[in-house]
Every structure is written in C-alpha cells, then in structure tokens.
C-alpha cells in the first residue's frame, strides 16, 4: 500500500511537504519602498542583521569621520548628536550610496532640510553645529529622522567638540 492511498495519509503527506517547506523556505520579513511625507512611515523595513556590536563611546567630528564605510570601516553617522552604526545599511551609506554623502558626518542639517547639499555638512574640524537657525518644520523632520534612526539602526554614541 503507497503513502497517500488513503485520504488520511494523503493529508498526512501534504501536510509534512508543507512542514518542509516553511523549514527550507521561512517566510520573509515584508519590504516597503512607500516614500510618504512623513519618514516614520515611510520605510518599514528592517535589516536582516546587523554586524556584531559596538561599544557605546564617545565621536568627536575628526574620530567620526573614519567611519565612513571606506576601506571596509563600520558606517556611523549623527543626527542630534547622537550616533549611528548604519553599516547594515551600506547600499545607502555606503561608498556611491544615495546617501553616501552622510557617511562618517553630522547628518542634521542636511536630514532636516532634505538636502545633499555640501553645506549642510559642517567641515570636520569646525564647531558642531549647533542648528540654531532651523525652522520648526525642519527641526520636525530632522526629529522624524532620528525617530528612524532609533528605529533601524544602532545607536552607539555620542558626538562631541574636538579636542584640539
Ligand atoms: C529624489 C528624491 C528622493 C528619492 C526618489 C528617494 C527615494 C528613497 C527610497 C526609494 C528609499 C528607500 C526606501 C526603502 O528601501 O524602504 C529612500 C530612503 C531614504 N531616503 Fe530618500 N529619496 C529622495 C531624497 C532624499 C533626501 C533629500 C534625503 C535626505 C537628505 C533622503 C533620505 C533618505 C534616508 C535617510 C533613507 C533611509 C535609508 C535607510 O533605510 O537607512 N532621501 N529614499
């Protein structure tokens, strides 16, 4: 007598070809690229991983700078002054990312306003920026970032003044 001769043992089949298959092939997390205007609800997605982690320390702008994801180094950036290791997210931050550019930086101003621009980024060995010049929408929307941030990514630090 064959395995699925009866109806019972036909179900029983199925049902461990089904079992197999959730074991071979487990479901995936869902991906949404929806752009909206508001970035909490933007991008659901979460990485798979992330590297293993790092201890919480303290960047200055010049120490932050390593980090930008040449040469192999970790990916980390700020926003608020608070640090980032984004390095699951290489193909956005990563070398020739759309957001390469905030790699290894203070991304505030240019997360606010939504810009690329070279001047939101303040020259490593400058002052931090202290932001004050941001309209409330734009300190809205550079706050909607953090909140992704704090989301998807790992907060491993905070940005402080140079040294020297
Ligand atoms: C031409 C305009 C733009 C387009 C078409 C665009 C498109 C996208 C798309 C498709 C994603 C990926 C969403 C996903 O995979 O779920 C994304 C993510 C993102 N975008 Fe943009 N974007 C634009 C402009 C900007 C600007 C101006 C900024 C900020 C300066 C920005 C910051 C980001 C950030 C931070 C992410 C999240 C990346 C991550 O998951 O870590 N985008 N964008």
């Known amino acids: 007598m064959g395995l699925v001769?009866?109806?019972?043992?036909?179900?029983?089949?199925?049902y461990i070809v089904y079992g197999i298959g959730k074991v071979v092939f487990p479901s995936l997390?869902?991906?949404?690229?929806?752009?909206?205007?508001d970035p909490n609800e933007s991008y659901t997605w979460m990485p798979r991983a992330?590297?293993?982690?790092i201890v919480f320390?303290?960047?200055?702008?010049?120490?932050?700078?390593?980090?930008?994801?040449?040469?192999?180094?970790?990916?980390?950036?700020?926003?608020?002054g608070m640090v980032f290791d984004v390095t699951a997210g290489g193909s956005f931050y990563g070398p020739g990312g759309a957001y390469g550019n905030f790699a290894g930086r203070d991304a505030?101003?240019?997360m606010a306003k939504q810009s690329f621009?070279?001047?939101?980024?303040?020259?490593?060995d400058q002052p931090l920026d202290k932001l004050e010049d941001?309209?409330?929408s734009?300190?809205?929307?550079?706050?909607?970032?953090?909140?992704?941030?704090?989301?998807?990514?790992?907060?491993?630090?905070?940005?402080?003044?140079?040294?020297?």
Request: charged share 20%; hydrophobic share 35%; glycine share 6%.
């Open 5 to 14: 001769d009866t109806p019972v043992n036909a179900l029983l089949a199925l």
């Open 29 to 37: 997390p869902k991906k949404s690229a929806t752009v909206t205007s």
């Open 50 to 53: 992330h590297p293993p982690t």
């Open 57 to 80: 320390q303290t960047f200055t702008p010049k120490t932050l700078s390593e980090h930008n994801g040449q040469n192999g180094a970790r990916i980390l950036l700020a926003i608020k």
């Open 108 to 110: 505030s101003r240019g």
């Open 117 to 124: 621009e070279e001047d939101m980024l303040t020259p490593i």
């Open 134 to 136: 941001l309209t409330p």
């Open 138 to 164: 734009e300190i809205e929307n550079m706050n909607g970032w953090l909140e992704f941030f704090q989301g998807k990514y790992i907060y491993c630090g905070e940005l402080v003044e140079n040294t020297d």
